[in-house]
C-alpha cells in the first residue's frame, strides 16, 4: 500500500489499518459505526510543524476551532499553548468549556450580534476581528454601553486568487469578506476615532485549502503596505494576523509543510523590517484534517448497468464535504483484502442524490466489510447535521496504545429533547 494521507500515524500493519498503537477494526467493533478516530499526536505532529517554523518570534498560534470543535480536541490544543480562533458565542463556550484562555481568543465573522458581542467583551477575549464599518459601529456602541474597550483588528480583502474551490475563497474581491483594500485606512481612523474600541491588529484570510505559498506571499506585501500607510498616520499596530488556509493532502494534493511556508513568509517580512512584530496565525484544516479518518460498514452491495454502488451507513450528514464541494476523500479497507477489485459508487443512506462520499472507486468489498474515509479529522464532525434523524457519530481519540471516548453517539432521544408537541 503506498503512503496514506494522515501517515506515519495512519497505516496498515500486516493488512489491518491502525491509528497509533490501536487497530481500527477494534474500535469500529466496540464504539459502532459510523465512527470518528482522531490521533492525538498526528494534531500535535501537525502543530509542531507551525511552532518550529516560529521558533523564536512573538507568534500566537489560534485554532480555527470550525475545523473540528470538539471539547476534546480543543482540549489538547488548549494544553499545547494555543490561542481559538472563534466565529460564534458557541464556539466561545466551547473553548471556555475545555479549559483555553480567553486572552488568546480571536473573534472573525461578518455577522457577530450584539449578544455575542457583549458575551465575548465579558469573556475579556483577546482581540475581535472586525469585518465592516457598520460591524466596528454596533461593537463601539455594545463596548461603551458596558463600560469596556474592546481590542480590535480589522480584517482586510488583500484581493488575491488563492487558486481554491470558490465556496472557500474569500480573499477575492466579491467575497462577503473583509474591509476592501481601497477602504482600510479610512475604517482605521474610523475605529481610532471611537472611545469603545481599541485598535491592536490588522488581519486577512484569503481562503482554505489552499496548496500554493504564492497568494501567501502576495497577500503578505498588500497587508504590509496597508500597516505601513497605517502607522504612517499615527494608529500603531501591535499584531499581524495572517490567517488559516494551509492545505491538506486529500488526493496527492502536495502543499508546502508549515515550517518551510513560514520560512518563506518570515523571510520577506525580515525583510520588509516587521520580522519582530507580534504574529498570530489561525490554521484549522492543516491541524486536524489528516489526523483523523470516519470509520464505516458497508450495508449493501448494489450492482448496476451504468453504476455499481457500496452503500456504506456513514452518509452526507456526516461527511458533507464531497456534496457540498465535490471534494475527494480517500477510502480504504480497514482490513486490506487481495481480492480483485470493482469500481463503485461510495454512498450513503440518506435520501438524496447527492448523499455520495466518494465516485468511481476501487474496492474489493463485502457486506460487513469496514472502510476507512481518510482526511475527515476537520469540516466534517463540525459540519455534520442530523438530516434524515440520523444521529451524529461517536468519536474517539487515540493517544498511544489509549483510546478515548471523547463523544458518545447521538439519540434520537438526544435529537428531540428540546422539541414540544403542541397541547
Ligand atoms: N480564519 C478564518 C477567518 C476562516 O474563515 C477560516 C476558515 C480559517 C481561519 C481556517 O481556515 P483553514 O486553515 O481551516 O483553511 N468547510 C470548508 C472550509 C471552510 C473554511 C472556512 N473558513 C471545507 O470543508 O473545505
Known amino acids: 500500500m503506498t503512503s496514506l494521507p494522515g501517515a506515519p500515524h495512519l497505516a496498515y500493519r500486516e493488512d489491518n489499518l491502525f491509528l497509533e498503537n490501536l487497530r481500527l477494526s477494534d474500535l469500529a467493533h466496540r464504539y459502532g459505526t459510523p465512527l470518528f478516530v482522531y490521533s492525538k499526536a498526528a494534531m500535535l505532529t501537525a502543530l509542531a510543524a507551525y511552532q518550529q517554523g516560529f521558533a523564536g518570534r512573538n507568534a500566537q498560534i489560534c485554532y480555527a476551532m470550525k475545523a473540528n470543535s470538539s471539547l476534546a480536541v480543543l482540549q489538547v490544543f488548549a494544553q499545547a499553548g494555543c490561542g481559538f480562533d472563534i466565529v460564534s458565542g458557541g464556539e466561545l463556550e466551547r473553548v471556555l468549556a475545555a479549559g483555553g484562555n480567553s486572552a488568546n ?9 450584539r449578544t455575542e458581542m457583549r458575551q465575548a467583551l465579558n469573556a475579556g477575549i483577546g482581540c475581535f476581528n472586525v469585518e465592516s464599518q457598520a460591524e466596528l459601529l454596533v461593537l463601539n456602541e455594545v463596548a461603551v454601553s458596558m463600560g469596556r474597550q474592546a481590542r480590535i483588528s480589522i480584517r482586510v480583502n488583500p484581493n488575491v486568487d488563492p487558486k481554491t474551490h470558490p465556496y472557500i475563497s474569500t480573499g477575492l474581491k466579491g467575497n462577503k469578506f473583509g474591509v476592501a483594500h481601497e477602504q482600510t485606512l479610512a475604517t482605521y481612523q474610523m475605529a481610532a476615532s471611537l472611545p469603545g474600541l481599541k485598535v491592536v491588529g490588522i488581519d486577512c484570510h484569503i481562503g482554505s485549502q489552499i496548496t500554493d505559498e504564492t497568494p501567501y506571499l502576495d497577500a503578505m506585501d498588500r497587508v504590509l503596505d496597508l500597516v505601513e500607510a497605517i502607522e504612517s498616520a499615527g494608529i500603531p499596530i501591535d499584531h499581524i494576523d495572517f490567517g488559516g488556509g494551509l492545505g491538506i493532502n486529500y488526493n496527492g494534493d502536495q502543499p508546502p509543510a508549515a515550517d518551510d511556508l513560514w520560512a518563506k513568509l518570515l523571510a520577506r517580512l525580515d525583510a520588509r523590517g516587521y520580522g519582530q512584530r507580534k504574529l498570530m496565525i ?74 455520495w462520499l466518494g465516485r468511481d472507486r476501487a474496492l474489493a468489498v463485502q457486506a460487513g466489510d469496514l472502510l476507512a474515509v481518510l482526511s475527515a479529522g476537520a469540516y466534517c464532525m463540525s459540519m455534520a447535521s442530523n438530516y434524515n434523524t440520523r444521529g451524529r457519530a461517536a468519536e474517539v481519540l487515540v493517544d498511544g496504545a489509549a483510546a478515548h471516548l471523547i463523544r458518545e453517539r447521538e439519540t434520537a432521544a438526544l435529537q428531540m429533547q428540546g422539541e414540544r408537541l403542541v397541547n
Open 282 to 355: 489561525e490554521p484549522g484544516r492543516s491541524l486536524v484534517g489528516n489526523a483523523g479518518v470516519c470509520l464505516t460498514e458497508v450495508l449493501y452491495l448494489k450492482p448496476g448497468e451504468q453504476k455499481n454502488f457500496c452503500i456504506v451507513d456513514a452518509a452526507m450528514n456526516d461527511l458533507p464535504r464531497p456534496a457540498m464541494y465535490q471534494a475527494f476523500h480517500a477510502m480504504v479497507p480497514v482490513t486490506a483484502s487481495h481480492a480483485p477489485t470493482t469500481t463503485y459508487d461510495v454512498v450513503g443512506p440518506v435520501c438524496e442524490s447527492g448523499d
Open 105 to 113: 481568543i480571536i473573534f472573525s465573522g461578518v455577522g457577530k450580534t
